[in-house]
T-cell receptor, first 115, second 110 residues
């Protein structure tokens, strides 16, 4: 499977719990992006990472949200103390680079439901 | 903040008809990508346009990038029920992040 992989596909959390969303980029891609799609809204950029570095986190809420892309393993988007407003589809995308190599390919998403 | 306005929001047409979806901005983008998204799935990249005035064809789909790189259009000829889905335009902004339009929900009736 050469595509972007995300797991879990569906995640249910109670208010106050932590949510961990994982993303494995396409083979050969070292740039990872996270986007959020709220109900009735479009896709919004959250954070852009390269291996071990956060490049741009301007779209990520400053509290409760964090992201990492370690040297080994998948990228992780972590949401602490989830609230009902965090319920959304979270998509990960990856690219080989930037510019002409910057085409972003998306994973199937993780649907987070906070009860 | 760069914004992309996409229109129309909804489109319901008969099989065989033609349609055009528009994507407009007051900002310049280095390139623009078009995606299609099915319910419960992630967006699938259809095409990337880079050069002002560029036209790309993908079977019955024709994509155009405005001369000033601020707008784009997607034209579908002889739409088929299989074209039904959500179409998204996304401008590549500074820092390689994508700025998405709100999307066009297309329904093609047989």
């Amino acid at each position: 499977n050469a595509g972007v992989m995300q797991n879990p596909r569906h995640l249910v959390r109670r208010r106050g719990q932590e949510a961990r969303l994982r993303c494995s980029p396409m083979k050969g891609h070292s740039h990872v992006y996270w986007y959020r799609q709220l109900p009735e809204e479009g896709l919004k950029f959250m954070v852009y990472l390269q291996k071990e570095n956060i490049i741009d986190e301007s779209g990520m809420p400053k509290e409760r949200f964090s992201a990492e892309f370690p040297k080994e393993g998948p990228s992780i988007l972590r949401i602490q103390q989830v609230v009902r407003g965090d319920s959304a589809a979270y998509f990960c995308a990856s690219s080989q680079g930037t510019g002409i190599l910057g085409e972003q390919y998306f994973g199937p998403g993780t649907r987070l439901t906070v009860t | 903040t760069q914004l992309l306005e996409q229109s129309p929001q909804f489109l319901s047409i008969q099989e065989g008809e033609n349609l055009t979806v528009y994507c407009n901005s007051s900002s310049v983008f280095s390139s623009l990508q078009w995606y299609r998204q099915e319910p419960g799935e992630g967006p699938v990249l259809l095409v990337t346009v880079v050069t002002g005035g560029e036209v790309k064809k993908l079977k019955r789909l024709t994509f155009q990038f405005g001369d000033a790189r601020k707008d784009s259009s997607l034209h579908i000829t002889a739409a088929q029920p299989g074209d039904t889905g959500l179409y998204l335009c996304a401008g590549v902004a500074v820092g390689n992040k994508l700025v998405f339009g709100a999307g066009t929900i297309l329904r093609v009736k047989s």
